[in-house]
Each structure stands twice: as structure tokens, then as C-alpha cells.
């Protein structure tokens, strides 16, 4: 029962955090017209779909997922310094540590049983 907990929450934790991230792309349909509004739209899932490439990445190899979890959430820091609060970078970085940490986990687990 614990290796399904701990299979599945990172997979679960991945998703949801690359629906997180993809709500804050819905601020430029009030922005732009219609032309625009796709171009835009592109441009803003974009750490959507590093998110979802990285899932499916660590859905396959569990500690090269993980690993690029936590360097998305290295990056998103290293971009964010200086521009946001501290508050900020936990609530959009934490998930992404916390996800890539559960996927190491989880392959540290796996090899020892």
C-alpha cells in the first residue's frame, strides 16, 4: 500500500502543478485580441508544457524526472530573484521541489526493495 502512495503522488503532485501553472496563462484573454490572443496564449504555457514534458519524463525514469523537477524549481528562482517575494518562489517552486524530491524517493526506494 505504500509503494502505491508513494508511486502515484508525485504523479499526481505533477499534474496538478502543471494545472497551477497553466491557470496563471488565462490572464491574456483579457489582454489581447484574437489574433494575438493565441500567440500569447502559446508563449504563456509554456512552463506548462516543460512541466508536462518533465512528468513524462520522471513517469518513465523516476530519478532523471526528478532531478528536472528540481531544477525547474532551481530555475524558476534563479529567473524570479529580485522580481518577487519569497512567499512567491515557495508557492510556485515548493511544488516542483517537493515533486522531484517524492519521484527520488521513490527510485531510492524502489532499488531497495
Not at 11 to 33: K, N, P, Q, T
Not at 57 to 77: E, M, T
Not at 85 to 112: D, S
Amino acid at each position: 500500500m505504500k509503494n502505491k502512495i508513494l508511486y502515484w503522488t508525485p504523479r499526481v503532485l505533477g499534474i496538478l502543478f502543471a494545472v497551477f501553472i497553466s491557470i496563471f496563462a488565462l490572464d491574456v484573454f483579457g489582454e489581447y485580441g484574437f489574433p494575438e490572443v493565441l500567440v500569447a496564449l502559446f508563449m504563456h504555457l509554456i512552463p506548462t508544457f516543460l512541466i508536462v514534458g518533465v512528468l513524462l519524463i520522471a513517469w518513465k525514469w523516476n530519478l532523471v524526472g526528478g532531478i528536472l523537477y528540481i531544477g525547474l524549481g532551481l530555475f524558476y528562482i534563479g529567473f524570479g530573484w529580485g522580481k518577487f517575494e519569497g512567499l512567491v518562489f515557495l508557492i510556485v517552486a515548493g511544488p516542483a521541489f517537493l515533486t522531484g524530491l517524492l519521484f527520488i524517493l521513490n527510485r531510492v526506494l524502489k532499488n531497495k526493495r
